[in-house]
């Protein structure tokens, strides 16, 4: 209980990592997933295509392989950031795949009269995706997009197997340090996962209650 | 597909879709050649750093870390399925004092990053459990956790006028949910079970952290001693991409199955997906 206590703020800087991970991780892969959708439900089929490969490969590639894809092979091609930024290409990467599927699968939700109509007003496909079809898939794909990104918090973890100390990092260095307080470490940062985990819920039942269209 | 989207092409359509088509297909094109490039010019692609995969003793080196593979997630796929059921009955019981623990459980273990479990095993006892140990016992916690909400929510897909119909026949608790409910949540539960088994099969290459031989750390030793970072990744990642998406295709055929040969309710693989950790 003291080492943990002791080494609170060893512990907060872990977890002020994993929240940066976490924040670029994000916001990548929104909006590579939101490119990616909307190249998978285009009139042009290589971009279908393309969307289809990345979603396939990469949903089935452990996100551990695109972490070593990403450290080890990007700077084969020249290519050099810091372990951090490389941490934040590897899951935004990972996820953008998921956040496309839900997307997709949002589109799909969208009745067929709202893009009837907006055809009808003679918008083209861009407009027609962009400012009819997208807003009302991403309000229903909430929920998921919910467990997508909570996913992708946990996910930050594996940054510490590739030189980044961020929360799960700093237990494995706390838990070799001191062998006695394992358990007091490993229940303190749980503890602080848990609540990091409760707090992206509560914010996306927040937006779910706000933004949700009912059908 | 999403054809509302767009119209039925016209001829002037036609022609822009393509040209779109081209342009897309030449900028694809481009930067797949420029990735090429760059790797031939470094030398990736030369015989010399291919030639590892001509000799039969790094195939064996790679069977064998796919066994290891294999070995660590089909025992954590037994023993999570036992745990599984377990938390779920809990969760699924009248009596608060078994559901508030169990919930509990659950929901931590949901909560908590798999590698964490996995690094807290390790560290506690490095000695008797090892990395394999380590691996399977973070795998189980975590996926019994995620297959108990995925039993219970199989559990709860069964129509209402079922276990009604039971119980006003006199059929007691245990017996509603034997001979009633779980034999029909089993058929809708199958998608998401073999789509969970995906998740776990490359969640062990976590093993890889805490070097466990297995398939990811192989590739890394033929590399380190090959020095063709390329050539192993590209051919892990396609014995990681065939395996995965062979089972993929199981489940989406099982569920289109399911949802043909009866008006049953299927758990979809995507409900699983979504919360899939790595």
Redesign the interface.
Known sequence: MEILLDNIGKILEGFQVTLILFAGGTVLALVVGTVLASMRVSPVPPLRLVGATYVNVVRNTPLVLIFIIVVFALPELGIQFSFRLFAILAVGAYTAAFVTEALRSGVNTVQAGQAEAARALGMTFGQTLSHVIMPQAARSVIPPMGSILIALLKNTSVAAGFGVIEATGTLRELGRDFPQALYWLFFGIALGYVVLVLLVSAVFRQLERRLVVVR | ??S????L?GPA?RRR?QI??AV??VV?AGLLAL?LW??ID?G?FSEQRWEPFADPDTWNAIGEGLVNTIKAAALAIVLSLVTGVLLAAGRLSDRSYVRVPVVTVV??FR??????LI??FF??SPSTLGSYGALVAGLTLYNGAVLAEIFRAGILSVPRGQSEAAYSLGLRKTQVMGQILVPQAVRAMLPALISQC?VVL?????G??VVYPEL?RT??QIYDSYFN??PA?IV??AI??S???SL?WLAGWLERRTRQRSDQPVLSA?DV??????
């Open positions: 597909m999403s509302v989207l767009y119209d092409p359509a879709a779109g088509s897309g297909a694809v990735v760059r790797l470094r990736h929901e931590f909560a908590v990053p798999l590698l964490m690094f807290f560290l506690a995906v490359k969640d062990t290459s976590l890889f952290i990811v590739g890394r970072i390329i990744v892990v990642t990681y991409v395996m995965n998406m993929s995507a997906d979504q919360g899939a950790a790595v």
